[in-house]
């Protein structure tokens, strides 16, 4: 499995993002969900889970979470942080979401779109804050992949979006319809289709034959 960034890295990471949403929450009355929200779309996230020295070891939760903020709202809190967070559910909420980024290598906006919100997680910290990391590693694996069979597969999304039908679209492209249903429905992998057929397919839909793959 290829981590997404050097493990050298991760006790820093784990603890900082943890004192990070204890601060913005506990300290700044934050809510979770909300804050989580700002982390996501104020470009602090991505660098996080791209392994940025500055972000998961040479920042403090605080300062992490000053950077969040001076990015979405423009200010930065005044407040200190208090002492301790180690025991709260908010910090173990966000040391566990580190682990979890850095061992699968997915984007924090990835696990955020299929379910591992930082409610769903905290929800978990009276079950799994004493246990093994692995553990809540592999109740992730099964809420993201839940998720994911959940979600229309990208044939379905742009046969839909180009108003076809499965039979027009089966018709078209010269692949049975019995084919086309059991790739929307991931019971079949399209990547392991015949070469012509992911080709026919893409003609049609006006794509490339990558844009078909999950």
Same mark, same amino acid.
């Given at each position: 499995m290829?981590?997404a960034?050097?493990?050298?890295y991760?006790?820093?990471?784990?603890?900082n993002l943890?004192?990070?949403?204890?601060?913005?929450v506990c300290?700044?009355? $934050?809510?979770a969900?909300?804050?989580?929200?700002?982390?996501?779309?104020s470009g @602090? /996230?991505? #660098?996080f889970? &791209?392994? *940025?020295?500055?972000?998961?070891?040479?920042?403090?939760g605080?300062?992490?979470?000053s950077?969040?903020?001076?990015?979405?709202?423009g200010k930065?809190?005044?407040?200190?942080?208090?002492?301790?967070?180690?025991?709260?559910?908010?910090?173990w909420?966000g040391?566990?979401?580190?682990?979890?980024q850095?061992?699968?290598?997915?984007s924090?906006?990835?696990?955020?779109?299929r379910?591992?919100?930082?409610?769903?997680?905290?929800?978990? $910290?009276p079950?799994?804050?004493?246990a093994?990391?692995?553990?809540?590693?592999? @109740? /992730?694996d #099964?809420i993201i &992949?839940? *998720?994911?069979?959940?979600?229309?597969?990208?044939?379905?999304q742009?046969?839909?979006?180009?108003?076809?039908?499965?039979?027009?679209?089966a018709?078209?492209?010269?692949?049975?319809?019995?084919?086309?249903?059991?790739?929307?429905?991931?019971?079949?992998?399209?990547?392991?289709?015949?070469?012509?057929?992911l080709?026919s397919?893409?003609?049609?839909?006006?794509?490339?034959?990558?844009?078909?793959?999950?």
């Amino acid at each position: 499995m290829m981590h997404a960034y050097e493990e050298t890295y991760l006790n820093d990471a784990m603890n900082n993002l943890g004192d990070m949403f204890a601060y913005a929450v506990c300290d700044l009355g $934050y809510d979770a969900e909300e804050f989580y929200s700002q982390f996501l779309v104020s470009g @602090v /996230a991505e #660098k996080f889970g &791209e392994g *940025n020295p500055k972000y998961v070891a040479g920042l403090s939760g605080a300062e992490l979470a000053s950077a969040v903020l001076y990015a979405v709202e423009g200010k930065r809190p005044e407040k200190r942080p208090s002492v301790a967070y180690e025991r709260s559910p908010e910090y173990w909420s966000g040391w566990i979401l580190a682990y979890y980024q850095w061992l699968t290598g997915h984007s924090f906006a990835y696990m955020q779109k299929r379910g591992v919100t930082f409610s769903k997680v905290k929800s978990l $910290y009276p079950t799994l804050h004493e246990a093994d990391v692995t553990k809540f590693a592999l @109740v /992730a694996d #099964k809420i993201i &992949e839940k *998720n994911r069979q959940e979600e229309p597969s990208r044939l379905q999304q742009m046969r839909k979006d180009r108003g076809l039908t499965q039979r027009e679209l089966a018709e078209r492209s010269g692949t049975s319809l019995r084919m086309v249903q059991l790739y929307e429905q991931k019971q079949q992998d399209i990547r392991r289709a015949e070469a012509q057929t992911l080709v026919s397919l893409s003609l049609v839909l006006g794509c490339d034959v990558t844009d078909l793959f999950e």
